[in-house]
């Protein structure tokens, strides 16, 4: 089955500090991943894949459309950055895993790099809250949101990442 991207590249590069020189290959399956472990997990199973359904056939319209447009777009640009941040320097090919390096710039420091992906999340969990926040008072709009059974992922209600259980 295809994968209906929520977001687009121009998406990402117009709402975050992503360069628009940055080659799509670079970071499009970051966008792919934040929305399947991320956006998947506040939507639930059924509300997701009805969306999905509708970018594919291009008939997402109406609630939905505007669901997406003001809330979950901006929950998975942010979320796509916080994923793609810390393989951005790296490239893997036949020679092995390479770290790029520029002439006028300098690599950052690994609490640089922790900065801009806390940020990034931050910014993530915030437009969150406000997706959950309108939830909580137009579900009834949503049928899908509340509808899981079984197997299927059960919204998430809290925004807030809790760190690494090791």
């Known amino acids: 089955m295809a994968t209906a991207l929520f977001i687009t590249r121009d998406d990402l590069v117009r709402n975050t500090f992503l360069s628009g020189n940055v080659d799509t ?37 109406g609630a939905y459309q505007t669901l997406v447009n003001d809330y979950i777009q901006q929950m998975l640009i942010h979320f796509a950055m916080v994923e793609y941040l810390p393989f951005a320097a790296f490239t893997a090919s036949n020679g092995g895993v390479f770290k790029k390096t520029i002439e006028n710039g300098e690599t950052l420091e690994r609490s640089e790099l922790a900065m801009l992906i806390d940020k990034e999340r931050n910014l993530a969990e915030y437009y969150t809250r406000r997706f959950i926040d309108f939830m909580s008072f137009n579900q009834s709009s949503y049928p899908e949101y509340t509808s899981n059974t079984n197997d299927d992922i059960h919204p998430l209600k809290d925004s807030v990442f809790q760190g690494w259980v090791l």
């Open 25 to 61: 290959d670079k970071f499009i399956q970051f966008i792919k991943i934040a929305q399947e472990v991320h956006i998947e997990q506040y939507l639930g199973t059924k509300l997701y894949d009805k969306i999905s359904a509708d970018i594919i056939a291009g008939s997402l319209s």
